[in-house]
């Protein structure tokens, strides 16, 4: 009994040695979630974390490298809810966002450049892009799981859209953001699940939120920076083209350029982009003919 009592002193006072790391069990109440930040080492390569984990920037010179993950198990309908803080209009395609049943600890480092397809043509993973008129300077956004395991994601402008299907609800599900394209920069607002009998959330920061960064976005869709080819006039969340025909750079607009290995996959708008910057095919490598 003195050993039990000498050990449970020591764990009260934060001595001895813990088995699980830094991660402790929290309960503020009955309808706290409990602390919602991005894990600190399941990080990108390019990605910057701070204000406790809970802001997440990517290098604005580059538009892959930028995944980040939760960093506890999220429940089903439980809606997390970021705003982005920053965009670039230099990239197409924006923020993608999903889930994974793959712990953000058992990663190995680093982590792949993209969300799609690297991540999504493994099993245990499923993300999709949201519109990037929706990811401009200072948009909030939530995404969640519903418990017929479909991806939702909806925005102060915008109703609840169907990302996609088929997310496997039976094992644990961490949320999966890729920071990709013109998406620099998101902060973890924390999150909200709703019940007929109360409503739940995770716990509030101490941390004050930070400015959106000075950028030419505003809250409302940015019409210069759509040119005046139909395919751009996208509405928000308007993507009914089958899934293998978005081009996989922007994962919006329809993939119409073949490469000469024979892969139609890139969008007029991407290709000379990725020709420029990396030279290969983003799905077999092969070289792209200048």
């Known amino acids: 009994m003195k050993t039990i009592d000498r050990l449970l002193k020591m764990v009260k006072s934060g001595g001895g040695t813990s088995v699980v790391g830094s991660v402790m069990p929290h309960k503020c109440g009955s309808h706290c979630l409990g602390p919602l930040t991005f894990h600190s080492q399941a990080v990108g390569v390019m990605v910057h974390l701070s204000q406790g984990s809970r802001l997440a920037e990517r290098r604005a010179d580059t538009f892959r490298n930028g995944l980040v993950f939760s960093s506890r198990q999220v429940k089903v309908n439980e809606r997390i809810h970021l705003r982005v803080l920053k ?34 043509r493994s099993p245990g ?48 599900l961490w949320a999966m953001i890729d920071i990709y394209g013109q998406t620099c920069s998101v ?53 009914e083209l089958p899934a293998d025909t978005f081009c996989v750079v922007c994962m919006v607009r329809e993939a119409r350029i073949t490469l000469p290995c024979g892969h139609r996959c890139l969008c007029k708008h991407c ?6 910057q990396f030279g290969v095919c983003p799905l077999c490598r092969h070289q792209i003919s200048a």
């Open 87 to 120: 965009d670039v209009s230099n990239w197409h395609g924006a923020l993608r966002v999903g889930f994974t049943t793959v712990p953000p600890s058992d990663r190995s480092l680093p982590l792949p450049g993209m969300a799609i397809p690297d991540l999504t």
């Open 125 to 172: 993973h499923w993300a999709a892009p949201v519109h990037e008129l929706c990811c401009l300077t200072g948009s909030e956004l939530e995404f969640w799981v519903s418990a017929h395991g479909s991806c939702y994601v909806s925005s102060k402008n915008s109703m609840r859209h169907k990302l996609l299907t088929g997310v496997d609800i039976s094992r644990p």
């Open 187 to 239: 902060f973890l607002l924390g999150s909200e699940q709703k019940s007929l009998l109360c409503t739940k959330r995770s716990c509030p920061s101490m941390d004050p939120l930070p400015p959106p960064h000075n950028t030419q976005s505003t809250l409302s869709p940015d019409v210069s920076r759509l040119s005046e080819n139909s395919d751009d006039c996208i509405s928000c969340f308007d993507m």
């Open 271 to 276: 290709v000379s982009k990725v020709s420029q």
